[in-house]
C-alpha cells in the first residue's frame, strides 16, 4: 500500500535562511511525487512534482526538491525562506492505479 | 475565470438533513476527485471520477453519493447527515495520468450542528 510520512508537524525557520520540509514515502514500482501548498482557507496548489529524470526540480515561488530513490525521499526545499512561505505543506504520492495519497502536512513558521 | 469551483463556500445544516457540494472544473481535465480534510488538517480521498465513470470509490459511507453529470461536473450529496461529516470539503481535477498534477477548489466548509 501506498503511504507518506512527512515527519515533522511544524517547521519554524527564520527570514532569510534556508528551509527544509520533509517527506519518505512508501509506494511499489515507480513514484510520481507532488508538493503541495496550502494557506489558511485555501484550496490546495500545486508547487512541484517528480515524474523521471533529474532528482532536482524547480517548482514555483523559489522551492525545489530533490527525490532519493534510495532513501525514498522527497524533500522539500528553498535557500531563502520568506514570511510569506508560511503555510501548510502536503506531500503527495501516486504510484500504481489513480490514487494520489497525501502525507499529514507539515506547518512552515517562517519568523521575521 | 475560475479553474475549479466549488459551492457553497460554507455550509451550515443539522443532523439529518441532506445536503450538495457542487463542483466545476474549466480546465477541459478528464479526471475529478472529492477530498475530506478533517479538523486536523489531514486530506483522504473519497471518490475519483474519470469520464463520469467511477474509478475510485474509497471506504466511504454510503450516504455519501457522487453524480458526474458531465466530465466538467462532480457533485457530492450527503444523506442524514451526522457530526463526524462536520469538515472541509475539496473538489479538484487533473488530466488522466499518474504523471499529473491536481488543481484544486477553495473548498466547502460543512458544519453539522
Known amino acids: 500500500a501506498q503511504s507518506v510520512a512527512q515527519p515533522e508537524d511544524q517547521v519554524n525557520v527564520a527570514e532569510g535562511n534556508p528551509l527544509t520540509v520533509k517527506c519518505t514515502y512508501s509506494?511499489?514500482?515507480?513514484?510520481?511525487l507532488f508538493w503541495y501548498v496550502q494557506y489558511p482557507n485555501r484550496g490546495l496548489q500545486f508547487l512541484l512534482k517528480y515524474i523521471t529524470g533529474d532528482n532536482l526540480v524547480k517548482g514555483s515561488y523559489g522551492f525545489e526538491a530533490e527525490f532519493n530513490k534510495s532513501q525514498t525521499s522527497f524533500h522539500l526545499k528553498k535557500p531563502s525562506a520568506l514570511v510569506s512561505d508560511s503555510a501548510l505543506y502536503f506531500c503527495?504520492?501516486?504510484?500504481?492505479?489513480?490514487?494520489?495519497?497525501f502525507g499529514p502536512g507539515t506547518r512552515l513558521s517562517v519568523l521575521p | 475565470d475560475t479553474a475549479v469551483s466549488q459551492t457553497p463556500k460554507y455550509l451550515v445544516t443539522q443532523m439529518g438533513n441532506d445536503k450538495s457540494i457542487k463542483c466545476e472544473q474549466n480546465l477541459g481535465h478528464d479526471t475529478m476527485y472529492w477530498y475530506k480534510q478533517d479538523s486536523k488538517k489531514f486530506l483522504k480521498i473519497m471518490f475519483s471520477y474519470n469520464n463520469k465513470e467511477l474509478i475510485i470509490n474509497e471506504t466511504v459511507p454510503n450516504r455519501f453519493s457522487p453524480k458526474s453529470p458531465d466530465k466538467a461536473h462532480l457533485n457530492l450529496h450527503i444523506n442524514s447527515l451526522e457530526l463526524g461529516d462536520s469538515a472541509v470539503y475539496f473538489c479538484?481535477?487533473?488530466?488522466?495520468?499518474?504523471?499529473?498534477?491536481?488543481?484544486f477548489g477553495p473548498g466547502t466548509r460543512l458544519t453539522v450542528t
Open positions: 479538484a481535477s487533473s488530466p488522466w495520468g499518474g504523471a499529473y498534477e491536481q488543481y
Open positions: 509506494v511499489s514500482g515507480n513514484p510520481y
Open positions: 503527495a504520492v501516486r504510484g500504481n492505479g489513480q490514487n494520489f495519497v
